[in-house]
């Protein structure tokens, strides 16, 4: 169950020797503080669920919820950890935390996943709540689920809480930046990936692993902005045009008939062909554990932007960094949703209204200020370590600082 946390202890590991870490540390770094687990009953059905907070040094776990058939307590776990250096990293008051509920949602009825929404507050609400832990959408959630768990938490304690959770509809305190948010943060970081290794971006292809709400947003962001992008795909497979792709066809073909794949003015490829595509930026969009030591040394791409949590496995790095591939790491890249996440929990807190403009731009200033961070650390280590350790490096010593100063290490 715990083998998909070894990525995170691995990550660490490494880092130990870069940054002289002691083993106590270590070990605090990787500790989760709270595991949650139980199994909801639902129509007859058992559904094992999880809430975890990896470290609360810096303020309430925040973290999505998922809803997936291969969810598991190693997962989770995993997810949390990433949360945590991700908050860290963009200098957010949170901690790292994350659920999820081990079924398929697909084609399951908005009642039976209603039900499921509500059974996990009721099992989970007292470790809950806007200065415990914060949820959020993740992998098969969205606003409307949100919602649901925002009734069922207000019906809990007898008071309005919608600082409880976020990434919920407008009406119940939600923010319309949101909805594209994780996307938005990627577009920029990636321009800023663009301007610093002086890149031409009407020249560049693009490759897409993943078509759901990221994926699709930044699609259509690249292509407004003039890159070219040549494939994308989903969980059912993908498509590629050398000459590039009709976004707006693409996106009416997964609207009409559920998949990418069925769009016809391309080659139908697979999701693991998409990958291993010539192409000058690929992102993965989809779920962890994507580029593995089986597949990184047929990887063509020059540089991978990851909107995924932990799409690329530590001993993958280890070859695309021989190759000379750029990964630019998820803590830093899909940032933009915590980030914005964070903007409706403070507002739902306070009470203030704050104008979307201001919101846009200081969302750009944090996503910005959090590469030129990385990028300085990366280049005052004169490029030995990469990028990913370089974000690691500075969301460490920051949840490190915190546990210091409250005299836990």
Do not use: C
Not at 61 to 87: C, Q, T, Y
Not at 131 to 152: F, G, I, R, S
């Amino acid at each position: 169950m715990e083998d998909v946390f070894l990525a995170a202890e691995a990550r660490i590991k490494s880092l130990q020797r870069v940054m002289n870490l002691t083993d106590r540390e270590v070990d605090r770094l990787l500790s989760s503080e709270k595991i949650s687990h139980t199994e909801l009953e639902v129509e007859g059905e058992k559904i094992p669920a999880w809430r975890i907070i990896h470290n609360n040094a810096l303020g309430p776990g925040k973290g999505g919820i998922r809803f997936h058939p291969d969810v598991s307590e190693g997962e989770v776990r995993s997810l949390a950890f990433w949360m945590a250096l991700k908050n860290s990293l963009a200098g957010l008051p949170y901690g790292g935390g994350k659920g999820g509920a081990k079924f398929n949602p697909k084609g399951r009825s908005p009642e039976f996943i209603q039900k499921v929404s509500r059974a996990y507050v009721k099992a989970f609400h007292q470790v809950l709540g806007p200065d415990k832990d914060v949820p959020a959408p993740d992998v098969y959630t969205n606003p409307q689920v949100m919602a649901w768990m925002l009734d069922e938490y207000e019906k809990i304690i007898g008071q309005h809480q919608p600082a409880m959770i976020t990434g919920k509809p407008i009406e119940l305190g939600g923010l319309a930046l949101r909805s594209d948010s994780t996307a938005r943060g990627g577009f920029i970081i990636a321009n800023e990936l663009i301007n610093a290794m002086n890149e031409n971006k009407t020249e560049l292809t693009v490759a897409i692993q993943g078509f759901g709400n990221a994926g699709a947003h930044i699609a259509r962001m690249l292509d407004q902005d003039g890159l070219k992008i040549i494939a994308v795909s989903d969980s059912r497979g993908g498509i590629m045009n050398e000459n590039g792709l009709d976004l707006a066809e693409v996106s009416e073909t997964k609207e009409r008939e559920g998949t990418v794949a069925a769009y016809t003015k391309g080659n139908k490829i697979s999701n693991e062909e998409l990958l291993e595509l010539k192409t000058d930026i690929l992102f993965l969009a989809a779920l962890e554990n994507q580029i593995t030591k089986e597949n990184a040394d047929r990887i063509q791409a020059r540089y991978i932007i990851e909107l995924a949590n932990g799409p690329v496995s530590p001993e993958a790095d280890e070859v695309l960094w021989s190759k000379k591939i750029m990964v630019v790491p998820d803590i830093l890249a899909n940032s933009g949703g915590v980030i914005v996440s964070y903007f409706e929990w403070a507002q739902n807190k306070v009470g203030n209204l704050l104008d979307e403009a201001y919101l846009e731009r200081k969302l750009e200033e944090m996503m910005k200020l959090s590469w030129s961070r990385v990028l300085d650390v990366f280049e005052k280590k004169d490029r030995a370590i990469d990028l990913r350790t370089s974000a690691y490096v500075l969301a460490v010593e920051r949840i490190l600082s915190a546990e210091r100063l409250r005299g836990n290490i």
